[in-house]
């Protein structure tokens, strides 16, 4: 499974999507807020390629097995082959203390936090092609976990994707941990949204038709 974080842009809950177009058009030239965190640049610069070029590599070995369950090791393709990123923790990547908009504001997906809540999202659908759908129950513990404990141990294989997911959208740009706790919880309340009862898949299908438009 490859995700570009770039190019994953397309189809949030309730998000315009002459946005995504938009951004997708500019990035990476056109965001300046791009600045990966030390030891991606670093990575970056051993490889000699430019960061559009690094994509998220998750695998898997079997239906919801992982081929590779340490977290912390993320794998990126770059010029047809692998190399490891190492993340020890979430919080380590936390940077600044700006603060987010209010809980109404993040509602309607500030551009800043778009490649964020697009990196999460679209590795998190992409991944289901090799689990069976989670449920919007679930999918909302998982959120709420990454809120409220950014390095929890891993409760799964949705939890393990959102992680590295998180990890990369930090890596490359700076968010505060205000910032972070923000935007989960924005995706929490759109996992809530969807939930119809204990064993609904809506916010999975929503987001699979979204990011298929």
Known sequence: MA?????????????DMSIFRRLKREMPEGNSGVDPVQSLADLIGREGRGLREFELRVHFAGEGKL?????????LEVAGREVIWRVETLRELFRGDKHPPSESGMEHYPEEYV??????????????????DPTDAAILDVYTLMRRRPDA???????????QAAALALGVAPFSEAEYQAVFSQLARSARHWEMGPSSRNYIDYLRTSFAE
Do not use: M, Q
């Open 153 to 163: 141990k891993s409760v799964g294989a949705a939890h393990h994707v959102v992680w």
């Open 67 to 75: 081929a590779h369950p340490d977290r912390n090791d993320i794998h």
């Open 115 to 132: 490649p964020f809540f697009a990196v999460v999202e679209y590795n998190l659908v992409s991944a289901c092609e090799y689990f069976h």
């Open 3 to 15: 995700i570009d974080f770039y190019t994953a842009v397309g189809g949030l809950s309730g998000l």
